[in-house]
């Protein structure tokens, strides 16, 4: 793939891919269909091409317990093949594990320096389900979550917006920051799915109350419920919150394919969450987007994703070929958007 300069960067490293066990729904293929569509349509000409530098366990330890990555690099030497029956290791998923968090940091640091206004990295494992102290759901750190805490160690920010759209709650990264103040979360997730946390009454707590937005969807919600929920919700909180930094957890298993869950988005839902949160960002955070890729496991209808959401944030004008028909939100996606709406009203004017 050619770099270039533009103002959009991609985060990719080959090593991603050691980090595989050929059965299991999160191997290595997710990344090379991702890499091979980046090919053929054309965009990698359009991209600026960015090698990650692997995280450091100081970093890593602004969100995990020092005890629970020493486990982490001791399971992975022993030659052990799962941390519990979701998540497995290799060998060199330590190594690539801090390669993964790292390359998240590499797109920070060009997107708050002299780099990309906005970077994507194609990094793996992947992270949101990640606790202080327990991998689960695939995940062994928790990248985005370490985004936001070198965020506001390094470059001092005291509003970042974090926007899971994963079909599963990312219930590690709401955890690290339900208390603090400073980091907005907001997760679309399906409802009921793994891991069963993300009721929409789990706002947050103490000085963090009313900065973890969880909007559980029922399943079958594609791209005209998403589309409400963006326009009703994300995108009036955003402009309250006024982020000084967007991060977005980037699974895309909530295709409308995908074997993991039952949600119905097209290509064309993604075109259309990633262009709002552009514009989001245009508004309130001089543009700067940090996308890291969580789930997503039907490989062509991810990489078709994948490729929508950069059309979007890139603005490249790349014909969307698959949407959904224009029907009206079923009446129990209605229902969900009203509770929403009714327990946010207490923190957001919506």
């Not at 400073?182 to 799915?193: D, G, K, N």
């Amino acid at each position: 793939m050619s770099a270039n300069n533009t103002k959009l960067g991609i985060v990719y490293h080959k090593d991603y891919l050691i980090h595989t066990q050929g059965h299991h729904p999160e191997r290595k293929e997710r990344l090379e269909h991702i890499t091979s569509a980046l090919e053929n349509r054309g965009i990698s000409e359009k991209l600026t091409m960015i090698d990650p530098v692997p995280a450091s366990v100081d970093d890593i330890a602004l969100v995990h317990d020092s005890g629970y990555i020493k486990t982490i690099e001791e399971a992975c030497n022993s030659g052990q093949r799962n941390l519990d029956m979701d998540t497995y290791i290799v060998p060199e998923s330590y190594r690539v594990a801090l390669l993964s968090a790292g390359g998240v940091l590499t797109g920070l640091r060009g997107v708050m320096g002299i780099g990309p206004d906005i970077v994507f990295a194609l990094n793996r494992p992947p992270g949101h389900h990640a606790e202080r102290s327990r991998a689960m759901g695939f995940c062994l750190f928790n990248n985005i979550a370490i985004a936001a805490e070198v965020a506001k160690r390094d470059y001092g920010l005291k509003r970042i917006a974090v926007v899971d759209w994963d079909v599963h709650h990312g219930n590690g990264t709401q955890h690290a920051f339900e208390d603090d103040p400073e980091v907005l979360f907001i997760s679309t997730h399906q409802s009921p799915a793994y891991p069963g946390t993300g009721h929409l009454k789990e706002v947050g707590r103490g000085t963090g109350e009313g900065l973890t937005v969880n909007i559980p969807m029922p399943p079958g919600s594609g791209d005209i419920e998403y589309g409400l929920i963006f326009d009703q919700v994300i995108i009036p909180v955003l402009d309250q919150f006024q982020p000084e930094l967007l991060l977005i957890s980037s699974g895309h298993d909530a295709y409308r394919h995908d074997p993991l869950a039952g949600m119905s988005l097209t290509h064309q839902g993604f075109y259309d969450m990633a262009d709002k949160l552009r514009q989001a960002a245009e508004k309130h955070c001089q543009g700067r987007v940090l996308l890291c890729l969580e789930g997503g496991y039907h490989l062509e209808g991810q990489a078709g994703a994948v490729i929508q959401v950069l059309n979007a944030m890139g603005n490249f004008g790349l014909p969307v070929t698959e949407r959904s028909p224009d029907l009206d939100p079923t009446r129990h996606a209605q229902a969900r958007l009203e509770e929403v709406l009714q327990v946010q009203r207490k923190y957001w004017s919506l």
